[in-house]
């Protein structure tokens, strides 16, 4: 209880809630004290099954944003010993960045370890600091950078419709493997790149091919850490970002420096006032409607993401088959393609939310193995960009489709 009770103390962040004034504009208060609770819940049987149903529940009470508080905590106990700590914040209040600065620091207290460094920088120093000329300007620059980006966007990036999809037409899939860290790994030291720009640039590419186009617009969510007052920060200060990706260069391995190269810019402009760019792109599309496409989205979700922290992981000691599985499936959606990158050293996880109407599903399940298809080739030899829908076996739009046969589980 005591390393709970330091951990609201030290970060505002869970501290927070949320409102909206008499005018409709929003507003968050940050409690200088007060307090909270913390369901204590005996159980018998399996300790981890109720811990994850606990936190399905939390995942839902955090998502109230108007609570008193936006954390949320439940200590599962067994024999009267705790056994699992389950907590939530709302995403409002703490990005995926900031929760590994929780977990960690909630460790060292639990193990009476002296932290690091306290706490300097709140949300309350953030909001200051955007608010203030540096913020204004970086905002300024940001903006500038979107509409450079736009104003050289690709004109048929899955644009096409594919006749009448399936219902509901938004479906998730994973494709699992083992082998893609390490061919990840060998192409990140060739190119003096990071992984999750090897990851991008692959995107990119098989987006390109799968589309007909000569560049790839991506957005990309960006920790936004690149500061060192940030590292410890807790606080929500991920923002989306853009990318435009050259695919002139000629093969896969140029196009993975060129993509680390650009990167370097998606994140030093990729904080700004949302308010500032909506005006922009409302600006833009008065003059052209078709200014602002229906983005693809990649987010790496491994600590440092496409911030470029991340180093590559270690290879495999053995590989195993890859496995694909269907995801559920949605009757709407804001986004036509969303692809995500999860795992750890020993394994990688993609991730994508495609809208069939413009991906059909058996062009999902090509573009996931094409990933890794398309690593394990360029692992051996640089990969010439004209041989890539072969290469990764995807189809070409308006092209002739291969006929590509896959295993799914």
């Known amino acids: 209880m005591d390393a709970i009770r330091a951990l609201v103390e030290r970060y505002e962040a869970l501290r927070t809630s949320y409102h909206v004034a008499a005018d409709g504009v929003p507003y968050q208060v940050s409690a200088a004290d007060g307090g909270f609770d913390v369901e204590i819940r005996p159980v018998r049987g ?52 900031g929760m590994r600065v929780l977990t960690e620091e909630f460790h060292r207290l639990l193990n009476h370890d002296r932290p690091p460094r306290a706490q300097e920088w709140q949300p309350i120093d953030q909001a200051r600091f955007e608010a203030g000329a540096a913020g204004e300007k970086r905002s300024r620059r940001s903006v500038a950078y979107w509409r450079h980006c736009l104003s050289r966007r ?69 920790c936004n850490r690149i500061e060192t007052r940030l590292l410890d920060s807790v606080c929500n200060i991920a923002q989306n970002s853009i990318l435009l990706a050259d695919l002139t260069p000629g093969t896969f391995g140029a196009v993975i420096q060129s993509t680390n190269r650009s990167i370097v810019s998606t994140n030093l402009f990729g904080q700004y006032d949302p308010l500032r760019l909506e005006a922009e792109i409302r600006e833009l599309r008065a003059k052209d409607p078709s200014v602002l496409p229906h983005l693809c989205c990649v987010n790496d979700k491994r600590i440092g993401g496409a911030g470029g922290l991340q180093q590559s992981p270690p290879a495999p000691a053995a590989s195993e088959p890859s496995t694909f ?23 990688t996880r993609l991730r994508l939310h495609a809208d069939a109407l413009y991906m059909p599903p058996a062009d999902v399940n090509r573009f996931l193995f094409g990933v890794e298809a398309l690593l394990a080739h360029a692992a051996e030899q640089d990969t010439p960009l004209a041989d890539v829908a072969a290469v990764a076996g995807i189809p070409v739009i308006g092209g002739v489709t291969k006929s590509v046969s896959r295993t799914t589980t």
């Open 46 to 97: 399996s300790c981890e099954d109720q811990a994850v149903a606990v936190a399905q529940k939390l995942r839902l009470a955090a998502g109230d944003v108007t609570a008193a508080w936006s954390s949320h905590f439940t200590l599962i106990t067994e024999d009267e010993q705790p056994r699992y700590l389950v907590f939530a914040v709302s995403h409002f209040s703490v990005d995926g960045w």
């Open 154 to 222: 690709p004109e048929n990036q899955l644009t096409l419709a594919h006749g009448d999809p399936a219902e509901p037409r938004f479906q998730d899939a994973t494709l699992e493997s083992a082998v893609l860290p390490g061919y990840e790994r060998i192409l990140a030291q060739r190119y003096g790149a990071t992984g999750s720009s090897v990851m991008t640039a692959a995107v990119a590419v098989l987006l390109g091919t799968y589309t007909a186009s000569s560049s790839c617009l991506l957005e990309l969510i960006v």
């Open 325 to 347: 599985t269907w995801g559920e499936r949605y009757p709407s959606g804001s986004t036509r393609f969303f692809f995500a990158i999860e795992g750890d050293a020993s394994r």
